[in-house]
Nanobody, 121 residues
């Protein structure tokens, strides 16, 4: 019913930058909070950043000052600008969105399939 597709991952050197994008499509009446999470090999999935439909942002301490989340409501998209990347930022990055598919349906959480970010020299 709702699909989230991430793009923009890849290999980057330490200190470099990447911009991740996530586009939502399908049966969408309203999108609430959107966010990015990441999962390194052998570790749990952790929050990176979220942004509400009122543009209030929240960041993990480890990325504050380096990453910036934004959204385009008209495009049903969320972005993650990542600067000064470090090897410990290497992970699969997942897009997340809370979506109402019609006025009578409650908000449900949807996930993308992930995009790999590798920070290495």
């Amino acid at each position: 019913q709702v699909q989230l597709v991430e793009s923009g991952g890849g290999l980057v050197q330490p200190g470099g930058s990447l911009r991740l994008s996530c586009a939502a499509s399908g049966m969408i009446f309203r999108i609430g909070t959107m966010g990015w999470y990441r999962q390194a090999p052998g570790k749990q999935r952790d929050l990176v950043a979220t942004i509400t439909d009122g543009l209030i942002t929240n960041y993990a301490e480890s990325v504050k000052g380096r990453f910036s989340i934004s959204r385009d409501n008209a495009e049903k998209a969320v972005y993650l600008q990542m600067n000064n990347l470090k090897p410990e930022d290497t992970a699969d990055y997942y897009c997340n969105a809370n979506v109402k598919i019609n006025p009578l349906h409650p908000m449900s959480t949807y996930w993308g399939k992930g995009t790999l970010v590798t920070v290495s020299s």
